[in-house]
């Protein structure tokens, strides 16, 4: 397979997308090519709205039934009336409505489960940003708080900001929506905690997962995002509404002050992380579904 990727010329690439493929796509005998007339297959970076791409890349697409496969890292979610693929730039548009016979393939980061989809719409995470040492049960126990966070702010994380802070059988450092910090001195700070949280700002997810997955457990919001690998409620994560029912809250609070059944889930999320979310997973799940549709 000759590829081509397809990226706007105005931003930079894509860094946690086209290059975490490169190595295992070439190990796999698959070729990078840099001019689109060399190309089988077109990888086309949809994860901006705003940024333009070449006109001779795009008329090339629309031309000739080279095999089409999308990426897109678009934030529509809870407070999204976005539908995919919508919104879509006109040179976005060209692409995706002059496809005629050829072969066509998306993957999409923050889709909404419930709603209809194509047969060729397949949900992507991005791969790990971070990762250290795996720390002892007693390590992750004996920290100084059950919870961590630090982030921006947002409607949905506001609300279970509020009932983690108030809740009298948990003690909390929440800070959110403060100037940002240094990210290696955001990674120290969640090494406080039993527990760090996953909860989207509009969108279905964040980066959180793939950045402090093995620094402490998961509490994750409970969303409607596809995942191809989803999470599983008291196995390898926390999960909660936002805000959290009571319900919810006993449970997390069960689990901070239960030394073996905290670092079950630390220690299966971690797991799940590096199994499903490693660069190279993610080249060969590409690579899977691509063989799948015969490209």
């Not at 072969?103 to 250290?132: A, H």
């Not at 009571?246 to 299966?268: A, H, M, P, Q, T």
Request: glycine share 4%.
């Amino acid at each position: 397979m000759k590829i081509y990727l397809l990226s706007p010329e105005s931003v930079p690439m894509n860094q946690v997308l086209f290059p975490t493929f490169e190595k295992t796509f070439r190990e796999r005998g698959h070729e990078f090519v840099s001019r689109i007339q060399d190309c089988d297959v077109v990888f086309f970076d949809l994860h901006t709205r705003i940024a333009d791409y070449n006109q001779d890349d795009i008329d090339f697409v629309r031309h000739f039934l080279i095999s089409l496969i999308t990426f897109d890292e678009w934030d529509r979610g809870g407070m999204s009336s976005e539908v995919w693929p919508h919104p879509l730039t006109e040179q976005q548009k060209d692409v995706f409505w002059y496809n005629g016979d050829r072969k066509f393939v998306n993957f999409c980061r923050l889709f909404d489960k419930t709603q209809p989809r194509p047969s060729y719409l397949y949900p992507y995470e991005k791969p790990i940003l971070f990762e250290e040492p795996i720390h002892t049960p007693d390590e992750l126990f004996n920290r100084e708080f059950d919870i961590v966070w630090i982030a921006n702010t947002a409607p949905q994380r506001e609300a279970l900001a509020k009932a983690l802070i108030e809740e009298p059988r948990l003690k909390c450092n929440i800070i959110l929506g403060a100037t940002k910090i240094p990210y290696h001195d955001w990674i120290a700070e969640h090494r406080k905690g039993k527990l760090f949280i996953s909860c989207s700002a509009g969108g279905y997810s964040n980066e959180c997962v793939q950045s402090l997955f093995s620094v402490s457990g998961h509490l994750r919001e409970r969303t409607d995002q596809l995942l191809a690998n989803p999470f599983t409620d008291l196995v390898n994560c926390i999960e909660t509404d936002a805000p959290p029912t009571k319900e919810d809250l006993d449970k997390i609070v069960e689990v901070v002050g239960n030394k073996r059944k905290l670092y079950n889930i630390y220690l299966n999320g971690y797991n799940h992380v590096k199994k499903y979310y490693s660069e190279e997973y993610m080249a060969d799940y590409v690579l899977d579904i691509l063989a799948k549709n015969y490209i």
